[in-house]
């Protein structure tokens, strides 16, 4: 048998190994890239060893001389060392993989891997890249949402106070002038938006608290039924002047640990929103109850209830309802918001769904201190 036939036949048998190799990297994707390393050493020496057995037992049956065989060793030691490097190859080609989507990911801010990493190392580092970018995006989202909703604030909030400055002003050049024939009317109006503006003011200021965390509670057992009450005796007024009714529907005597003044705000802020978007000649109930440690506070009102679409944004920063009862003024949109921030702070929740008719505001409080 001459060289070359052997050396194609020693060529032929470390491809065929390396051939068996890839398929054994294959199997090892799922496994540790210091075993995929270990493996492509190991089968680019079979490929070799392979090689040189078969130049061995042809080479001796033929008595080849000394230099075809070491022509012969030389080009199967090459053909071995590229399966190698083939092979090698195929396990970074999985890191320069994901290499470049890191890079698109920094660049777009979306990762993509077209492939499945070679190994268990980097597709594990694959997922977390996955997991990262779908943090980020949903991090974008909701940082872009905040940020609409701030310059609809910003908005909303120049247009309501420039209407009580407008007043103001058009009020005192009056006075000035002494066209004003009815004082005592100049000056409740003129009070009237000054209590406006000061509303809105505290809003934005106990918003921002809210906002940045530097709010301090002072908690207390407190009977939630009695503040409830108080708050509606103190709301009468408002409630005869649009028509609406208050009506206590179940009130259980319940004690929870909370800031009293703030509560009192929380439920101000939730029974002037229900006057303000429910008609008139129209009820909004109230209940108080304990439920398995948590003190449970429903304020329902007749308005016909809130869009499906607009529900989950009811306590967003500067939302507003479409259907405000005639004669009201709009606010800022805070008051939702101020009234979830601050029950968040007392450990609990604030939600709200449409019932028959209406809407009701779930405000759920612990019993006990947390």
Partial sequence: MNAVLIALIAICESVGVGVIGAAVLRVLRRHSVHLSLVAVVVITVCAMDASM???????QSDQLPVSTNLAVNFVAGIVSIGIGVVLGRSVVRGSRQLTDAARTFGQEQHFRLADDPPTAELAELARELRVTSAKLAESRSREQAVEASRRQLVAWISHDLRSPLARLRA????????????LPHYCRKIRGDADRLTGMVDDLFELSRLQSGTLRLTLREVALDDLVSDVVAGLDVLAGQR??????????????????RMMTRVFNNLLV??????PANTTVSLDVLADRGWAMVWISDQCGGIPLENIGSVFDVGWRGAQRAPGTERGGGLGLSIVQGVVQAHGGTVSVRNVPGGCRFEVRLPLHAR
Avoid at 171 to 182: K, N, P, Y
Avoid at 273 to 278: D, H, I, K, L
Wanted: no cysteine; net charge negative; glycine share 4%.
């Fill in 273 to 278: 929103n229900a006057m303000q978007y429910a």
């Fill in 53 to 59: 057995l078969t130049i061995v037992l042809v080479g």
């Fill in 171 to 182: 009020m005192t050049e009056s006075l000035e002038d002494g066209v004003a024939d009815d």
């Fill in 243 to 260: 028509s609406i009714r208050l009506r206590p529907n179940r009130i259980e005597p319940v004690t929870a640990a909370v800031d009293d």
